[in-house]
């Protein structure tokens, strides 16, 4: 059969299953993952954490990527239905070897993938493997070994998971909010059920039914109208604040009292001070994309920002290269540094918010509202047939003022500043604008938008 290879990503593999990816695809990837693990790791008793989310094509997906590792001579260990950070702590918080988790993220149903770590749950990366996996899922072409490996489970996962998050705070100082939190019928539903289980609060839940199908709204918070039934619940029934996570659970937003959605770069700033008590004068990291907010706090409180390339893994990739205790993304990833790895961990940023407001005494709104500094654009998608002569028309109107020259172009004046990035798999540009004021946002995004659609 003919493999579709643009399913092998940036940061996964991901594509609509069956036409692109499905059962074949699945045990070839499983085989070559196993390949791939077993050149880095020269012993001959490797186990792989293997685990999967609620779309309804993942357990046939599953038992046919297990088949694959195991056929190569690695053993598996099931961890079950669970969210990607619940299986980001089931490979690295009991020291496997590797893991695999079949997901497809805030795709919507008809998608289907597989995220893939090393030990530690470092991602595996396009620069890191996933290229490699490709070529070797297209030939075909596997040695056969004389020892199968063995499939065995693992239960339990999420509580410890749970446990463990519960250590990052004082849970007695949390005061009894009203939350509501909409998992958009994602794998955030069993670990946002049990946080709650140990706290004093009031947890409205919807669409926590777990289905693939995603039938009440698409599962990525990023777009704002897929939080309006979100928003409209926490005003209707005077709610705390609103918790909003993507279809697998890496990504959180949050909601104010008032029904809005709170910038993620100014969740990423108070989470960066947050951490920055523990660990004064820490190396904080962000993504290139604008949210000057972030830049401020960090520095009001003493720490050291550090600006990244967009993507997880490139983030996780730099936080562990200069030691850094946090980072997010302005997606919605939130990363912190444990004992066992680095990555996303929606329950522990849920509880240190819990905490702060109850420390602050404040309402999220009037928490929130004095960080309100800068006015975004938000994320603007343009198709464009000659990415390159895009930023040469870019470099040539605003090159004086180029601030950054990786992962696009950033550019930057005293009220207001931009990045504007090329799709890895489209024919797209994503721009990102920020400003002082509404009205220079208006202008100068219309201005920059002309130049990349001319």
Not at 15 to 39: M, S, W
Not at 76 to 95: E, H, K, M, N, R
Not at 283 to 308: F, H, L, N, S, W
Request: charged share 25%.
């Amino acid at each position: 059969m003919k493999i579709a290879e643009h399913i092998f990503k940036t940061y996964d593999i991901r594509g609509l299953y069956p036409e692109e990816l499905n059962e074949d695809v699945a045990y070839r990837t499983g085989r070559a993952f196993a390949e791939l693990i077993k050149k880095e790791i020269p012993r001959s008793d490797i186990t792989v954490a293997v685990g999967q989310d609620m779309r309804i094509s993942s357990p046939s997906l599953f038992e046919a990527v297990v088949k694959g590792i195991t056929d190569q001579g690695l053993s598996v260990v099931d961890i079950g239905l669970v969210s990607t950070p619940t299986f980001y702590f089931g490979v690295s918080f009991y020291g496997y070897d590797a893991g695999l988790q079949v997901s497809a993220s805030h795709n919507p149903g008809k998608y289907n993938g597989f995220k893939m770590t090393r030990a530690n749950a470092v991602p595996i990366s396009g620069d890191t493997g996933i290229l490699e996996i490709r070529d070797m899922v297209v030939k075909n072409e596997f040695p056969e070994v004389e020892k199968k490996g063995s499939v065995s489970k693992r239960e339990g996962v999420l509580p410890e998971q749970i446990q463990f998050a519960l250590t990052y705070v004082n849970k007695e100082q949390i005061k009894p909010f009203k939350i509501v939190v909409d998992t958009a019928n994602g794998m955030g539903g069993p670990l946002v059920e049990e946080l709650f289980k140990f706290l004093p609060c009031e947890l409205i839940k919807m669409y926590f039914e777990l289905d693939g199908n995603f039938p009440n709204h698409e599962a990525d918070p990023l777009k704002d109208e897929n939080n309006e039934a979100l928003q409209k619940k926490v005003v209707e029934v005077g709610a705390d604040f609103g918790v909003a996570l993507d279809g697998d659970a890496d990504r959180i937003f949050f909601i104010d009292n008032t029904g809005k959605t709170v910038e993620p770069a100014i969740v990423r700033g108070i989470l960066a001070q947050i951490f920055l008590r523990d660990n004064p004068g820490a190396k904080i990291c962000y993504d290139i994309r604008p949210g000057k907010i972030t830049i401020d706090m960090i520095t009001e409180a003493g720490g050291v920002p550090v600006v990244t390339r967009v993507g997880h893994s490139l983030i996780k990739e730099k936080m562990r290269e200069i030691d850094s205790v946090f980072a997010g993304e302005s997606s919605g990833h939130f990363f912190v540094k444990m004992p066992h790895g680095t990555f996303e961990v929606p329950e522990i940023i849920t509880l240190k918010i819990l905490e702060e407001l109850s420390r602050s005494g404040q309402t999220m709104r009037e928490y929130v509202q004095p960080l309100e500094r800068y006015i975004h654009s938000g994320e603007i998608n343009f198709a464009v047939t000659d990415k390159a002569a895009v930023f040469a028309k870019l470099k040539e109107k605003y090159g004086q003022n180029l601030q950054y020259d990786f992962d696009g172009l950033s550019f930057t004046w005293p009220d207001w500043w931009f990045n504007v990035r090329a799709s890895n798999t489209e024919n797209k540009m994503r721009l990102n604008l920020e400003s002082t004021s509404e009205e220079v946002m208006k202008e100068k995004t219309k201005e920059v938008s002309e130049i990349i659609k001319s």
